[in-house]
């Protein structure tokens, strides 16, 4: 077991479950896109690095600029969407980003993906396996969770779950509601293209197969599990997901079994979870 | 001198062939308590979301103060001004009293995102100016004890003195109370009706729907009724 490889795994889907944490827990919004943007993070930064020699760090820039560019397009068409017709067209927004990875093979690479993704370079020095990509991703996942410490208790978070409570009741305060929809999904595209960018230089490999809507429902199962609008909740719900199926390994059975028991186990926890910690095992809010 | 602050020119609404209310005429004067009165049905709390902006007039104006009200949203039409209190008080159930009392707040730094990065000292200072303010009102409406409770604990009445103070806190200059007597005890009524007295003294104008007629007509300066798709004013 390599444990390194589990702990970047982690670092990944907890930069993943927090920001999903932004948009769900701490504004109310269900979305299912988070693949996508994940996919988009990823393929940006292995095109930047592999068609036009960029740096690691400046392909990353260029990632999240463009996250965040199609992030405000999406936003501007489902802002005043509300609840299930949110989330249908984040759904939507998943298909439409999964189909094009899948079919643009001229820049994509299509079903074949991208291979021999270039390593990061950090002051003249190449990463080179899992360990130094750990602390890289360590450092990512830091600087995220030290964003989301500092913004728990300020006033636009506040805000934020003041309008995930009774956005009627915000709108009537003269709040601007559109506004803060629009940040809080662009900061989370912004980590999303970070975690999709770490994802691609570690594995030196994408293809579409990774940023399906399955994936998107992983991320939303991982803070529904955790718990949403605070920050344990989703960590704790990226580290179990992640950890879950290496600690099914240890059980003395065939790895064919082994899979249907994980799905067996995924399933009664989340049974379980919604029957009776209807707000996840540390969340403060609780999906209608 | 009274001043008109909200000015109502012909009017008309209906939902498909069913006609509400048709070239309605209303001027209400700043620092007054108005009360509407209607059956059941009649269109009251319509007559308000049409001044709130939650629903668009078919014909006719709505003026207040300086702004006229057509095409804009709910949210513009709350920041010129006009505070709304719904049937269900509009509170934050799992954010304190204070807390509630701080979101309220008509203009924040640290609602802007932006400021974090560029104007963080302000948000501070906002912050701890508006918590003086909070406080100063909460001893007002006699709720400084709750201050720290989850609003959604409250109970009914004093969730609606919340939602009044809120708008206070919002600095809204009209405010739209829905049935803010209804399924409170004597004691909350009371309370109410002071706080009330006290906005119309600070120049508050307070225009409210309520079937209680006499704790109404106790406080109020003007009545109106609905009638036959008009609004007929009664004193």
Request: net charge neutral; with cysteine.
């Amino acid at each position: 077991m390599n444990w390194l490889h589990i702990l970047f795994m982690c670092e990944i889907y907890v930069i993943l479950a927090l920001s999903a944490n932004l948009v769900s827990g701490y504004t109310g919004l269900l979305s299912f896109a988070n693949a996508a943007f994940y996919g988009l993070g990823a393929y940006m930064t292995t095109l930047m690095m592999k068609n036009f020699g960029l740096n690691y760090f400046l392909a990353l820039l260029l990632a999240i600029v463009f996250n965040v560019l199609v992030s405000f397009i999406i936003t501007y068409f489902s802002v005043r969407l509300k609840d299930l017709y949110f989330t249908l067209a984040t759904i939507a927004f998943q298909v439409i980003a999964f189909t094009a990875l899948y079919n643009w093979e001229k820049v994509t690479g299509g079903s074949y993906g991208i291979s021999a993704i270039p390593a990061v370079r950090l002051f003249g020095f190449q990463l080179n396996g899992t360990g130094q990509y750990t602390i890289l991703g360590g450092a990512f996942a830091l600087v995220v969770i030290s964003f989301f410490v500092f913004f728990q208790r300020t006033p636009f978070v506040r805000l934020l779950e003041c309008i995930r409570d009774r956005e009627l009741g915000a709108a009537s305060l003269g709040k601007n509601i559109p506004y803060c929809k629009f940040i809080c999904n662009s900061v989370a595209a912004v980590f999303i293209a970070i975690a999709g960018s770490l994802f691609a230089v570690y594995n030196s490999f994408i293809d579409p197969t990774s940023f399906t809507l399955s994936e998107s429902i992983l991320i939303v199962n991982m803070i529904l599990i955790g718990g949403t609008g605070n920050l344990i909740g989703p960590i704790f719900g990226a580290c179990f997901y992640v950890m879950l199926p290496e600690v099914t390994r240890l059980i003395p059975i065939s790895s064919a079994k082994g899979a249907s028991l994980q799905m067996i186990i995924y399933s009664v926890i989340l049974i379980l979870v919604v029957r009776f910690k209807p707000n996840g095992l540390f969340g403060k809010f609780k999906f209608q | 001198m009274e001043s008109r602050i909200l000015h109502i020119e012909n009017l008309s609404k209906s939902f498909g062939g069913l006609k509400l209310f048709d070239e309605v005429n209303i001027v209400l004067q700043q620092g007054t308590i108005n009360s509407l009165f209607g059956s059941n049905g009649s269109g009251k709390t319509t007559f308000f979301n049409l001044i709130g902006g939650y629903e668009k007039p078919d014909e006719g104006k709505i003026h207040f103060n300086g702004l006229t009200i057509r095409f804009h949203n709910e949210s513009v039409i709350a920041r010129a001004g006009v505070g709304r209190m719904w049937q269900d008080p509009s509170v934050f159930p799992n954010h304190t009293v204070l807390e509630n009392l701080l979101v309220s707040a008509k203009t924040h730094p640290g609602e802007s995102f932006l400021n974090y990065i560029f104007d963080r000292t302000s948000i501070k200072t906002k912050e701890a100016e508006l918590k003086e303010t909070a406080h100063r009102i909460l001893h007002q409406f006699k709720l400084e004890s709750k201050a720290e409770q989850l609003a959604g604990s409250l109970s009914l009445g004093e969730k609606k003195l919340l939602s009044i103070s809120m708008l206070l806190m919002n600095d809204a200059l009209l405010l739209l109370l829905d049935e803010p007597f209804s399924s409170v005890n004597p004691d909350t009524i009371e309370r109410i009706s002071e706080a009330l007295l006290e906005l119309r003294h600070a120049g508050k104008t307070i225009f409210m729907i309520e079937h209680k007629i006499k704790f109404a007509e106790a406080i109020s300066d003007h009545l109106f009724r609905i009638e036959h798709y008009k609004i007929a004013q009664l004193s």
